[in-house]
Structure formats: structure tokens, C-alpha cells
């Protein structure tokens, strides 16, 4: 071998491995911009009285004690009374292509009037994730849940991303109690 084919194999196999990280680099980056994930969760009352919904009472789930509540006595106020609430999950990423889909849970004890106990209940969801296709843009899907009978217990909620990749999920909770 010479020297002149010597430098040429050096300069071929040079570029091939400049070829291979750049390509190795732009599909990592490709993967984390098309992961999929819950953006916000917010929980609003919905007021029977005024027909409105009121800023998101949910806070974060850190699985300390749930007292003092943050709202009391939500089912028996003369203005802005509430027995239900309206979740709204936000996902956003950029491939919909992934066939992914959001599992929505809350935990409860019902409202129950005229009951001497209730049982907890548990609500399930499972929704497809269906995003808008724009190109070069991040995008976002909502989904809507209704909890009726509330009021008076407090409410655990969940949202998962469910399917191919790396799940997202974020947890929350509603602090309602009732008493004289």
C-alpha cells in the first residue's frame, strides 16, 4: 500500500464516522421532540347556581395528609355551590404517528345524601390521544372529564400516557370535606 491510498482510506473512514454521530446526534434529538407528555391537569367546579367553573382547586399529590381541607362544605353554600367537576388533561408532543393513548383515574368517596355510609368509587377513562398534524410545531390534545357527586371527600386523580415509549403521568389531588 502507498501512502497516497493510505491517506485516502484514513480520510474515507474519517468522514463515514463524522457521517454516522451526525446521524447518530439528529435521531436522538428526533426522539426526545416526538415523546408525548401531560402538560397540565387542572380540576374546576362546576357552580350549579351560576352555571360557571371556577380556577383549578386540584394541587399536587404528595401523598401527605390531606388536612386541612381547601374547600369545605362545597355541596351546601347559597352561591357558587358545586356537587360535580369538570378535569381537563393537557398532552403535548409532536408525533402523531404513536399510537398512545391517556388513562384517566379519579378516586372518591360519593356524595351521598340520606346515606349512612358510602363506598369509594373509582372512575377509569382510557381515551386515543388524537393530535393535530402541523409541521414544525409542538402539539396539544385535551381531554374533558366529568366527577359527579362530589363535594364532600377528597378527590385522588391520575393521567397516565399509556402504549409505545416512555410513559408520562402526573397526580393530583382535590381537598373537600364537609362538617357543622
Given at each position: ?30 426522539d426526545e421532540a ?37 374547600l369545605w362544605n ?107
Amino acid at each position: 500500500m502507498t501512502i497516497k491510498t493510505l491517506s485516502r482510506l484514513v480520510c474515507i473512514s474519517i468522514f463515514c464516522l463524522l457521517i454516522y454521530s451526525l446521524s447518530a446526534t439528529s435521531t436522538a434529538a428526533g426522539d426526545e421532540a416526538r415523546r408525548l407528555e401531560i402538560s397540565s391537569m387542572k380540576a374546576m367546579l362546576f357552580y350549579e347556581d351560576k352555571g360557571t367553573f371556577s380556577d383549578d382547586v386540584s394541587e399536587e399529590d404528595t401523598g401527605q395528609p390531606l388536612s386541612p381541607p381547601k374547600l369545605w362544605n362545597t355541596p351546601l353554600h347559597y352561591e357558587q355551590r358545586s356537587t360535580s367537576v369538570f378535569v381537563v388533561v393537557e398532552v403535548s408532543g409532536d408525533d402523531p404517528r404513536q399510537e398512545r393513548q391517556l388513562e384517566f383515574t379519579a378516586r372518591y368517596i360519593p356524595l351521598m345524601r340520606g346515606a349512612r355510609q358510602a363506598r369509594a368509587i373509582l372512575v377509569r377513562k382510557i381515551v386515543p390521544i388524537n393530535l393535530p398534524v402541523k409541521v414544525g410545531e409542538r402539539d396539544k390534545f385535551h381531554a374533558g372529564f366529568w366527577l359527579y357527586d362530589t363535594g364532600c371527600n377528597p378527590v385522588k386523580l391520575t393521567a397516565r400516557i399509556i402504549g409505545r415509549g416512555e410513559p408520562s403521568s402526573v397526580k393530583r389531588v382535590i381537598r373537600f370535606d364537609c362538617g357543622e
